[in-house]
């Protein structure tokens, strides 16, 4: 298995090719995700596998674990997207209703707080740098996904907000990759985000026309 820690030298820094090949992948997701097609879970699921590796190296637990949560939510994600396409052959996406957006908050926030404590009086777990950030990152990528397996516009969000941590925490942990694809993602985030906005709108809008001409 040593060449899962194979790596070579960009500009005199260390890069992992799981690291990579990871992010390279992951990057990918945001574009399937943008297109709404089943591929994006088994591209995510393998991305997650290949950071987990990159991650255990690097000794981030923080994003190792998070990365094996990554691994469910892409076979739930993909389970619940199949589901949503069976029943209207194409996937509907909304924007969540206040109680979800306060429950996706709630567990944000309060996630974030358990997981930090847990980071801090663990030892084994060995985060040296930021157990708050790392706590976020974890919880937040989380919620991003669980979200996005609905469908809900919003999990574009949690993602913008997790990228301003992601990247000093990746640079911190010496997964250089990691911080310039957290950077890209942030401008793909950003254009998917208007995408799913835009579509999620046009149901609400045929809804008008049809009370237009009713009336």
């Known amino acids: 298995m040593s060449w899962l820690n194979a790596s070579f030298t960009l500009f005199g820094e260390h890069v992992l090719w799981t690291d990579l090949l990871g992010n390279a992948l992951s990057l990918a997701v945001v574009y399937l995700a943008m ?62 209703t206040a109680r979800e957006r306060l429950v996706l908050g709630a567990v944000l926030l309060g996630g974030t707080a358990v997981v930090a404590q847990l980071f801090i009086h663990l030892t084994w777990l060995q ?30 969000i949690v993602w913008i907000l997790v990228d301003l941590v992601g990247v000093p925490l990746a640079l911190k942990s010496g997964l250089y990759v990691s911080a310039a694809v957290y950077g890209i993602f942030f401008f793909m985030v950003m254009a998917g985000f208007r995408d799913w906005l835009r579509e999620s709108r046009r149901p609400v809008e045929s809804a008008r026309m049809r009370d237009a001409v009713a009336a």
């Open 127 to 156: 985060v040296a740098w930021s157990p708050w950030a790392n706590a976020y990152i974890f919880v937040g990528s989380a919620v991003a996904t669980f979200a996005q397996s609905r469908a809900l516009v919003d999990f574009w």
């Open 35 to 96: 297109r709404k097609t089943l591929w994006t879970w088994p591209v995510q699921l393998t991305g997650a596998l290949l950071l987990l590796a990159a991650s255990l190296h690097a000794h981030a637990p923080g994003n190792a674990l998070k990365q094996v949560l990554f691994c469910g939510l892409a076979v739930f994600g993909f389970w619940s997207w199949r589901q949503g396409r069976q029943t209207g052959g194409s996937l509907l996406v909304r924007r969540a």
